[in-house]
């Protein structure tokens, strides 16, 4: 796992930052076979509300809905129909704008609070990274924290304990963005493969 932050940056400068490192890894294609998947930037940047309506058919409203009332229901129609519909793309793509709900660490999209600023890569169906404007305000933290504790009681789910050193940490952090990228996942794609088993230097049965 390669993962990065930006101090005083926005999230945009750390999806560029992503761009600039995948075209640098492919030499801008990756080779699957037959395919080619365009991965020169600017790539196609597309809110998961309209990933939804494209690929799903659903309303803006029906997505922010399940994704905070139904998770069962959006994560089953993201990896039955959204998902598959990106692998097929000969492009690579990112979703951004992910519902708040399901971003509890990054920050709120400035004139938008329904949804915040995550975003993830996606490449022939292959999900590469996943990246925030990072989330530095202890009091919205805690609050979030607090209801997520509240409703993993609901479900009869293990409430976990508030981490006090995270949150107190959190008001020292200036403003700032970050990414996770699987460097493995990433290497197999320029390997042309999407397997990481295929690109590992040795396997589990040799440790």
Known sequence: MLEWYRSNAGVDAVVEDTEQLVAAVTGG????????????????RLTVCDAFARFAGWTEEATLEAAARDEDRYFRALV??????????????????????????????PGDARVAERFELYVAGVELCNGFGELVD???QRARLVHDQKERQKRGLPVYPIDERFLEALGRVAPSAGNALGLDRLVALACGTTEIADVLAFSADEL
């Open 29 to 44: 294609t990756v080779r699957l076979g037959a395919r080619a998947i365009d991965v020169r930037p600017p790539l196609e």
């Open 80 to 109: 039955d129909e959204v998902e598959p519909a990106l692998a097929a793309l000969d492009h690579g793509v990112f979703l951004v704008d992910y519902p708040a709900t399901q971003a509890s660490l990054a920050r709120r999209k």
């Open 138 to 140: 202890p009091v919205e």
